[in-house]
């Protein structure tokens, strides 16, 4: 019974550090678009500006870099979610309130970045159809549609932060994982935090985020017991 129960704890340990890997490669693929694609292809430049100018909106739908980001997102937050509960199961026995509170970090997190790609591939094929349709309306649906992933897109960001503020929390005084590591947890929190003062200000998470995920996910990977 105890080494069916172990086995299953492995296994869950290594989706876990799988899930964190996958994470890694959507990020990179985000920073790819953030940092070349899209100001230099399809000339979102200012971010604070540029993703409210419907044109440059409605011109840049179905190209690589927003096809890819829906995709992308859609990934990152199953992951998510997955590497949550694996962490959360890794936690219970010594921190069991704070395990609870990273699992629902995680699938609030996961559940931002789901809802993020689902407004970036079928919303937006769905708001396609009703501007064909309804052409006097054109702009006022892309606001709509903009609007939206603006505000699943926080929440995303959001749960991402307060994960890894838990995470940070929990290696700080559980010793699970090296201890600069937990300080660099909270280097991500900050623009979890941020995101709902200025959504601008959630962006950073981009720049630390892979980071993070990398660490976690070779670190899940040695709590597999042989």
């Not at 172990?6 to 920073?31: D, E, P, R, T």
């Not at 739908?61 to 949550?84: C, D, E």
């Not at 509960?85 to 395990?99: F, Q």
């Not at 009703?130 to 549609?145: F, G, H, K, V």
Request: net charge positive.
């Amino acid at each position: 019974m105890q080494q069916a129960s172990q086995q299953g704890l492995n296994a869950l340990y290594k989706a876990s550090s799988a899930a964190a890997f996958l994470i890694v490669a959507g990020m990179c693929i985000h920073l790819f678009n953030a940092g070349y694609y899209e100001p230099q292809v399809l000339g979102f430049v200012d971010k604070a500006k540029d993703y409210g100018d419907m044109a440059k909106i409605e011109n840049a739908i179905g190209s690589w870099a927003f096809t890819s980001s829906g995709i992308t997102h859609m990934v990152v937050g199953v992951a998510l979610a997955v590497l949550g509960l694996g962490l959360s199961r890794l936690a219970e026995h010594t921190h069991p309130i704070a395990a609870q509170f990273i699992l629902l970090a995680a699938v609030t997190g996961g559940l931002g970045f789901l809802l993020t790609g689902i407004s970036d591939i079928p919303a937006t094929k769905y708001g396609q159809l009703l501007r064909e349709l309804n052409p006097d309306y054109n702009t006022n649906i892309l606001l709509m549609t903009t609007m939206i992933r603006g505000l699943v897109n926080t929440l995303a960001i959001f749960g991402l932060g307060m994960l890894a503020a838990l995470t940070g929390y929990y290696t700080l005084s559980s010793h699970a994982f090296p201890k600069w590591y937990g300080y660099f947890c909270f280097l991500l929190a900050f623009p979890g935090v941020m995101c709902l003062v200025n959504p601008v200000m959630g962006f950073s998470y981009l720049a630390i985020a892979p980071v993070w995920a990398l660490a976690l996910g070779l670190f899940m990977r040695k709590k597999v017991i042989v």
